[in-house]
């Protein structure tokens, strides 16, 4: 099951209304989403009319969709009435700029606004070599791919250092771990209503993670992103 399986199931599961997609791109899980309100937040949209044209047809309701092309941290900034105005978040899609710091201010942003019973969900949290894990602030240029070992063309960052630092820091609060499927698809919900809504980098925790590497990953990864099987996405489904 993969990231627009699992999310379109538990829309279809539940009442809930609220979609936001941080890092959308092209479109391909944004539009195929159906849910009432659809957010979609991206510095530079690339949906070919083609696509965009396809999913109107499809499901009418991507006419109100809504797009903010800017960086997540700036659209978290600029837009808090209009989040407060939308209500909270019920599901929440993370495949922005696959680094730790980005993602996990974007998990972080996110939890501000979740509903209680909301899930958030990021991709690439579970790299399937180590080319694929290497950091960068973007995608990698020509000249970096050349000179990575074991390049395949496939980036996943090292997003999953999120998955652990959350782990770290909240452990009573929230019940996170990544699925063994579409290159590791992590998952964030509340284990209890959190008495705060403020969440902010912990940057003594920030950079113990950091140091963790993806050899560390490999050799233990129940323990440093509580790693599920693929079969897993079920027990996520049977939440709802």
Same mark, same amino acid.
């Given at each position: 099951?993969?990231?627009?399986?699992?999310?379109?199931?538990? /829309?279809?599961?539940?009442?809930?209304?609220?979609?936001?997609? @941080?890092?959308?791109?092209?479109?391909?899980?944004?539009?195929?989403?159906?849910?009432?309100?659809?957010?979609?937040?991206? +510095?530079?949209?690339?949906?070919?009319?083609?696509?965009? %044209?396809? &999913?109107?047809?499809?499901?009418?309701?991507?006419?109100?969709?809504?797009?903010?092309?800017?960086?997540?941290?700036?659209?978290?900034?600029?837009?808090?009435?209009?989040?407060?105005?939308?209500? +909270?978040?019920?599901?929440?899609?993370?495949?922005?700029?696959?680094?730790?710091?980005?993602?996990?201010?974007?998990? %972080?942003?996110?939890?501000?606004?979740?509903?209680?019973?909301?899930? @958030? @969900?990021?991709?690439?949290?579970?790299?399937p070599h180590e080319?694929?894990?290497?950091?960068?602030?973007?995608?990698?240029?020509?000249?970096?791919?050349?000179?990575?070992?074991? &390049?395949?063309?496939?980036?996943?960052?090292?997003?999953?250092?999120?998955?652990?630092?959350?782990?770290?820091?909240?452990?009573?609060?929230?019940?996170?771990?990544?699925?063994?499927?579409?290159?590791?698809?992590?998952?964030?919900?509340?284990?209890?209503?959190?008495?705060?809504?403020?969440?902010?980098?912990?940057e003594d925790l /920030?950079?113990?993670?950091?140091?963790?590497?993806?050899?560390?990953?490999?050799?233990?990864?129940?323990? @440093?992103?509580?790693?599920?099987?693929?079969?897993?996405?079920?027990?996520v489904l049977s &939440?709802?």
């Amino acid at each position: 099951m993969d990231r627009i399986e699992l999310i379109q199931n538990i /829309f279809q599961k539940t009442d809930f209304e609220n979609y936001l997609e @941080i890092g959308c791109r092209k479109g391909k899980s944004f539009l195929p989403i159906r849910a009432k309100n659809k957010v979609a937040v991206d +510095p530079v949209f690339k949906i070919a009319i083609s696509r965009r %044209l396809k &999913w109107l047809m499809k499901w009418p309701a991507n006419f109100q969709a809504d797009y903010f092309q800017l960086e997540s941290d700036v659209f978290f900034e600029t837009q808090k009435d209009y989040l407060q105005n939308l209500g +909270p978040l019920d599901v929440v899609l993370i495949d922005g700029l696959h680094n730790f710091r980005a993602s996990l201010h974007d998990v %972080l942003h996110s939890l501000t606004y979740l509903n209680d019973e909301g899930l @958030i @969900i990021l991709h690439d949290c579970y790299p399937p070599h180590e080319a694929a894990a290497v950091y960068a602030d973007v995608f990698p240029t020509e000249e970096q791919q050349q000179q990575l070992k074991g &390049w395949t063309g496939e980036w996943c960052g090292d997003v999953w250092k999120t998955i652990s630092y959350l782990m770290g820091k909240y452990p009573d609060l929230l019940d996170v771990g990544v699925i063994n499927t579409d290159y590791g698809l992590g998952y964030v919900r509340f284990k209890t209503t959190p008495l705060s809504r403020k969440f902010e980098v912990d940057e003594d925790l /920030f950079v113990k993670v950091d140091q963790l590497t993806y050899k560390e990953l490999k050799s233990d990864p129940e323990k @440093i992103i509580n790693l599920e099987p693929a079969s897993f996405s079920d027990t996520v489904l049977s &939440w709802y």
